[in-house]
């Protein structure tokens, strides 16, 4: 079977005045909260063990999940004591997640279009991560070699790049209108490298248990993001393209509306 974390714990403040009485996984679209919704889809996708972590009106999750059918299926990570983000998180919750097979991570506040049968099919067991992407415009960045193994990743905003490469770090990226990316080498004598490709995270990922013992030097609270991007070098990171990828962040109250019609129109 498979297993998943679904990220719970934030405090949903984009998504005030709900969340002043309520977490954001207990906040309904078409009468169901979004944590049922999630789960039950991923039930039906073959999942069979939830780790969710809790931090915002941490007692109503779990009054609420203790009423339904799935609630064998979920353990809880407390994070009432302090955030942790989204590596933080992950890393407190280890010890609740079987050893020997992928982690499927997702935001309790995201709905799309992705088969989660096919997505867990494209981890192959050389791959310690796998990070579905698109091509589409955003801020920031992941950046691929073209074997898309991770390498990098830039904020078009601010100019930071972050990567374990010097050659990269020490290289002006530019990414143009078609997403195509060039990185010039600062110094004249560098040996250019080979092309880079930039996509959008989609938040989700695969994560493999054997990764853990790489976080054991990070502090309790960091982004996945960042530890992916400190371990690349040494870690087989990939991306998967997904191009007809929708992704719909339910974090924020403008997107409720919208919520309903994509639900129907994405078959959850």
């Keep these: 079977m498979k ?3 679904i990220l719970a714990a934030g405090l949903g403040t984009r998504l005030k005045p709900l969340t002043d009485t309520m977490p954001k996984a207990l906040v309904p679209v078409g009468g169901t909260p979004l944590l049922d919704i999630n789960i039950r889809r ?5 999942y069979d063990r939830f780790v ?9 999750i779990l009054d609420h999940v203790a009423q339904q059918d799935y609630a064998p299926l979920v353990h809880f990570s407390d994070e009432t004591a302090q955030l942790l983000e989204t590596g933080g998180g992950l890393k407190k919750a280890q010890g609740l997640f079987r050893d020997d097979e992928p982690i ?16 867990s099919r494209q981890h192959r067991d050389d791959e310690d991560a796998v990070l579905l992407v698109s091509r589409r415009k955003t801020k920031r960045y992941l950046l691929f ?4 193994r991770l ?10 790049v972050k990567s374990p490469f010097p050659w990269l770090r020490e290289s002006d990226v530019t990414i143009d209108d078609q997403l195509q990316v060039h990185a010039e080498p600062h110094a004249p004598s560098s040996i250019p490298h080979a092309p880079l490709n930039a996509f959008a995270f989609s938040g989700i990922h695969s994560f493999s248990p054997r990764l853990f013992p790489l976080m054991d030097r990070f502090p309790d609270r960091f982004s996945i993001i960042d530890f992916y991007l400190s371990v690349c070098h040494r870690s087989r990171i990939v991306g998967l393209v997904k191009d007809d990828l929708r992704v719909l962040d339910v974090g924020k109250l403008d997107s409720l ?3 309903n019609a994509f639900l129907e129109t994405n078959n959850h």
């Design 3 to 5: 297993q998943t974390m």
């Design 42 to 46: 991923l039930q039906a996708q073959g």
């Design 52 to 60: 969710v972590n809790v931090h915002h009106f941490a007692q109503q």
């Design 104 to 119: 499927l991570i997702h935001n309790v506040d995201i709905l799309d279009n992705v088969d989660y049968a096919w997505f």
């Design 145 to 148: 070699d073209n074997a898309m």
């Design 151 to 160: 390498l990098g990743w830039k904020n078009i905003e601010t100019g930071e």
């Design 257 to 259: 509306a919208e919520a």
